[in-house]
Every structure is written in structure tokens, then in C-alpha cells.
């Protein structure tokens, strides 16, 4: 079965310290990978997509297949990053998998 | 564009009254989706649809019924409202642009039970 989990549900860090939120999953065919991020009283808009293996806002994310890991970074966060974050597995669009989503909050 | 609309954004129910939340998109999405958000849960897939005509269960079904009688409308249905239902339920569409199928969200609606 399709899974995502996301083990910390409240990440706090001070500003310009670096962040790492952690995704792993599991799939037995080969996944297309997503974070969309929740600001405060917002909809859910998309951050990163595995495939563009672009930089959003300063964040990277590497998919590991080996690890089965697909983990957010950022070297140096800023108070505006504070929002949650989830991350998603996606099926070839037929069924999305979204994880439990981790809190992020950055302290001034 | 207006993108991804819902309606209502709030809404409060007594148990066992009926309702339905329509969603409705302007970009002429092949794929829609309906989700619940409740804490700690993340979002759960509760219907999605492929396209017009097509309907399929997802993660969490039981309770809701769904439409898609239009492409651009995808309406869920609460036949008899239950405490559990409380929740945000958010739409999504999607379209495979270049090998993605990026969703795209709606504002969501907050509904209680009572």
C-alpha cells in the first residue's frame, strides 16, 4: 500500500538556523513526489515537485530512491517559512497519498 | 482566473441533515478531487474523479456521495451528516501538464456537525 509519513509534527527552529523536514513513503512502482505547503488561513499551493528538481523560496528536495526518502531543506529559514508543510505521493493522478504534515514554525 | 472555488465556506449541520459542497474549476481540468483535513491526519482522499462522468473511492469514502456531471463542477454529497464529518474539506484538480499532475487547491470549507 501506498503511505506517507512525516515523523515530526512540530519543527521549531530560530531564524537562519537550517531546516530539514523528513518524508518517507512507500511505493512499489516508481512515484512522483511533491511538498505543498499551508500558510496560516490559506489554501494548499504547491512548494516542490521531485521531477522539476527546482529551488522554491529556498528550498531544495532530493528524492532518494534507496531511502525512500524525499526530506525538505533550506539552509537558512526565514519567519515567513512558518506554515505547514506536507508532503505527497502521487499515483499517475489517480490517487494522491498526502502525509500526516509537520509544523513548522521559525522563531525570531 | 478564478482557479479552484468553493461553496459554502462555512457551514454548520445537525446530525442527520443533508448537504452538498460544490466545487468548481475554471482550467479545464481533466482530474478532481475531494479531500478532508482534520489535525494530525493530514489530508485523506475522500472521492476523486478522472473525468466528466467518472467518479472513484478513495481513501475514506463511507458517508459521502459525489457528481460529475460537468467538467468543471465536482459537487460531494453528506446524506445524513454525522459529528465525524466535522472537518475542512478542501477540492483539488489536476491536469498532466509535462508529466505532472499538480494540484491545484480551493480556499475550503469548514463544516461542523452537531
Known amino acids: 500500500a501506498q503511505r506517507v509519513t512525516q515523523p515530526e509534527k512540530l519543527l521549531s527552529v530560530f531564524k537562519g538556523a537550517p531546516v530539514e523536514l523528513k518524508c518517507n513513503y512507500s511505493?512499489?512502482?516508481?512515484?512522483?513526489l511533491f511538498w505543498y505547503v499551508q500558510y496560516s488561513r490559506q489554501r494548499l499551493q504547491l512548494l516542490l515537485r521531485?521531477?522539476s528538481r527546482e529551488s522554491i523560496k529556498g528550498f531544495t528536495a532530493d528524492l532518494n530512491k534507496g531511502e525512500t526518502s524525499f526530506h525538505l531543506k533550506k539552509p537558512f529559514a526565514q519567519e515567513e517559512d512558518s506554515a505547514m508543510y506536507y508532503c505527497?505521493?502521487?499515483?499517475?493522478?489517480?490517487?494522491?497519498?498526502f502525509g500526516p504534515g509537520t509544523r513548522l514554525s521559525v522563531l525570531p | 482566473n478564478a482557479g479552484v472555488t468553493q461553496t459554502p465556506k462555512f457551514r454548520v449541520l445537525k446530525t442527520g441533515q443533508s448537504m452538498t459542497l460544490l466545487c468548481a474549476q475554471d482550467?479545464?481540468?481533466?482530474?478532481m478531487y475531494w479531500y478532508r483535513q482534520d489535525p494530525g491526519m493530514g489530508l485523506r482522499l475522500i472521492h476523486y474523479?478522472?473525468?466528466?462522468?467518472?467518479?472513484a473511492k478513495g481513501e475514506v469514502p463511507d458517508g459521502y456521495n459525489v457528481s460529475r456531471l460537468k467538467k468543471q463542477n465536482f459537487l460531494l454529497g453528506l446524506e445524513s451528516a454525522a459529528p465525524s464529518q466535522t472537518s475542512v474539506y478542501f477540492c483539488?484538480?489536476?491536469?498532466?501538464?509535462?508529466?505532472?499532475?499538480?494540484?491545484?487547491f480551493g480556499p475550503g470549507t469548514r463544516l461542523t456537525v452537531t
Open positions: 483539488a484538480s489536476s491536469h498532466p501538464r509535462l508529466g505532472t499532475y499538480e494540484q491545484y
Open positions: 482550467m479545464n481540468h481533466e482530474y
Open positions: 474523479s478522472v473525468g466528466e462522468g467518472t467518479t
Open positions: 505527497a505521493l502521487n499515483n499517475y493522478g489517480q490517487n494522491f497519498v
Open positions: 511505493y512499489s512502482g516508481s512515484p512522483e
Open positions: 521531485h521531477i
